[in-house]
């Protein structure tokens, strides 16, 4: 599976974006998909995954982005509002089959989408 990630951009505090995560060359519905941001100087972190239906968020982002799944696009996307500082990042996506206990791990996702930058100013 060949994932391409999306959407990044400059934007103001409290504005939005989303992201989204293309794949190809596998069915993606299958799999749960991640995504996770590094920021400059720091490891990469969990944000939200997408698995079997259910969806699941760190508490830094949890109430200000949404993880949805569109079948019919083989797309996932990360809806991100009132967007503060702190979430500047590279944004990764992410796709494997990992088990509960991994799904917040990077370990946990065997392919990767190459990143989009997201920049808040403030």
């Known amino acids: 599976v060949q994932l391409q990630a999306s959407g990044g951009g400059l934007v103001q505090a409290g504005g939005s974006l989303r992201l989204s995560c293309a794949a190809a060359g596998g069915t993606f519905s299958s799999y749960t998909v991640a995504w996770f941001r590094q920021a400059a100087g720091k490891e990469r972190e969990f944000v939200a995954t997408i698995r079997q239906g259910r969806t699941y968020y760190d508490d830094s982002v949890k109430d200000r982005f949404t993880i949805t799944r569109d079948g019919a696009k083989n797309t996932v996307h990360l809806q991100m509002n009132s967007l503060k500082p702190e979430d500047t990042a590279v944004y990764y996506c992410?796709?494997?089959?990992?088990?509960?206990?991994?799904?917040?791990?990077?370990?946990?996702?065997?392919?990767w989408g190459q990143g989009t930058l997201v920049t808040v100013s403030s």
């Open positions: 992410g796709a494997g089959r990992p088990i509960l206990s991994t799904i917040r791990r990077p370990l946990g996702y065997g392919y």
